[in-house]
């Protein structure tokens, strides 16, 4: 059993202080373990080796040599890595590059890095033959100083006019402008872009706040430039570093000494923070995101038992310190659902007391229709963990469940390890923060799909219902009346297409993660036909969550990708789609066949059949299943799909 006594998570680990996971048999101090630890990184010649024994570690833990052996063990293996990550700066940044290696390995990440010459940001983007041409990253993480971007203002802030230092925050946001539109041109990956921290002391003093435009409104007009120029931007995040800094302590954070001597900004006890904001970037990018929490109720929503202590006994609302932690903690549950995050209740416990609870306290923030589904019996909790994944059509990895009792999440650790189980601690008071703080659920961009998730998972649990009643799939999915908006991609639909890349697993032929640069050069691409399908019935509107990618080889039509969000499945709309395929391509003679593909994952045995179903013939399959398909224009038939209307809007000229 591994210890559990104060197992909470900090940017999407379980944490285990003080002691480190034993593989071998056992949990063991880190001292005592640190030279078997060593043995077994330096033993590793495989990922799936090493894994194991990274994961074991508790950042906390892990110290500056720690970080290096790991580093050193993650780079000597063979193979590609999961995500490549290039730094570019005009400050000495191996040492966080270690960090993030390191710490992504413990996330389970296997990650590339490549750290780019010294001031040399634009040449190397510009220079087709720079070594990061050759590493081809999938993200570019920006850290330039003012330093370096206005050397007068790091110079002698009080020399200049108002006017020039406000000038010289337009001229810093065209640097970085006129650099990212180079890296977006020039290369396919996520751009990462950190803003820029404010001095320690002003050089004012105090009389800093009544100058116009004084350090502190300079750096606050800075960065806030900064977010207006990117908010937009497909590709281009901005880090706050700022903020990181303030999180860990500015003065503690910054190391003046190895700052002149070797330009490292950074002390070493700032790196695990800066490691783990920025893998809360790549995370998002690589589409390693859960999709609901599941909570307890008793002494998680709020403090006490509601069987024993009453709906008006239990803790929580504006009364007490105690009542105001668990309201505030219920505030960032809210918080997190208005970003997508579907909520979930998996309780032992009374129903009626729950229901008796939620409409009486109306000082509560969360209210009871803000859960997409509950399960509150006496059964084990892994139990109900598997049925609420099933009701809500997703897999058990996309579960987070937030329990305060260690018994119980031990118990889920074990039946289902494949869902993300947070311990809360004892206290109330850090509960929040610890949720803020969550990294499982990050992404670069909320869709309007996101802020309609729960709506959507209720419309579902509608139809659900009314199938049931029917008994007859054919007379439901007519009565659905259910309509499809078929339409080619733009730019508009870019941050959506590229979530459902890199979220879609179930309803995936051959689950290709796209990035938002490939997405952008489909666009651009005239023998790439990528559309997009909105979908709505009587029961509402689910939103754009199917899309299909063709490519134009002469006269065949390949089918790289289709995909299709699992709130779609199970009523004959790929089937629609495929006869548009078919007539927009086959029928009207633009190419005389269709090639397909199926690719096999843990996740898509839904499409295992699609291609046989719709009419293909499977002409090749190898040991492990991938198939390849073809269909001749002479072959081409439309399917039935009972209930269903395509409106196309595009040309097909």
Sequence with gaps: MRDTALSYDFGGRSQRRGVIENRLGGTVALGTARSEIRQALKGASSWSQLLPVVQGLASEDVDGAMVDMVHRAVERLDGAADVRLAYLSDQTLDPLSRHVAAHAAMDGIRLGSYVGPYDQHFQEVLDPASGLAAFDPDVIFLNLSLGFLAPPLVAGFLDLSPDDRRAAITDVISHLRSWADAACERTRATLIIANFPRPLHPAAGIADSSLDCGEAEFHAELNLALLREFRSHTRV??????????????????????????????????????????????????????????LDLDNT?????????????????????????????????????????????????????????????EDMPLRWDDFATVRINWEHKHLNLQAIAEELNIGVDSLVFVDDNPVECEMVREMLPAVHTILLPEDPAVRPGLLRGLAAFETLRITGEDVAKLA???????????????????????????????????????????????????????TQRYSVADVESFLDNPDCQLRVASVSDRFGDLGLVVQYLVRLDGEVGVIDSFLMSCRAMGRGIETALMNEIKRELLDSG??????????????????????????FERIEEDNEGNCRYRLDAAQAAGLACPGITVEKRYSEE
């Design 237 to 294: 995040s901005v880090l706050d570093i700022d903020l990181v800094l303030a999180r860990v302590g500015r003065e503690r954070a910054l190391n003046p000494r190895m700052a002149y001597l070797a330009k490292m900004p950074w002390d070493e006890v700032a790196l695990p923070e800066l490691s783990s904001e920025l893998l809360r970037y790549v995370r998002a990018v690589r589409g390693d995101i859960r999709k609901c929490l599941v």
């Design 301 to 361: 929503l709020w403090g006490g038992v509601v069987g024993e202590d009453g709906v008006w006994g239990v803790r929580v609302g504006d009364g007490d310190a105690e009542s105001r932690a668990y309201a505030d903690f219920q505030r960032v549950v809210k918080s997190l659902m208005r970003r997508g995050v579907v909520l979930a209740v998996c309780s032992k416990n009374n129903r009626d007391d729950v229901v008796e609870l939620f409409e009486a306290r």
């Design 456 to 510: 959507q998972y209720r419309q579902n649990a509608a139809r659900a219902a009314t199938l049931n009643q029917a008994g007859d799939l054919t007379a439901f999915l007519e009565d659905l009346d259910t309509r499809v908006v078929l339409e080619q991609a733009a730019a508009q639909h870019v941050p959506r297409v590229h979530q459902l890349f890199m979220k879609t697993n179930q309803f995936n032929v051959t």
């Design 590 to 615: 633009r190419v005389q066949r269709l090639e397909a593909r199926y690719v096999p994952t843990r996740k898509n045995a839904p499409v295992r059949t699609f291609f046989d179903d719709q009419g």
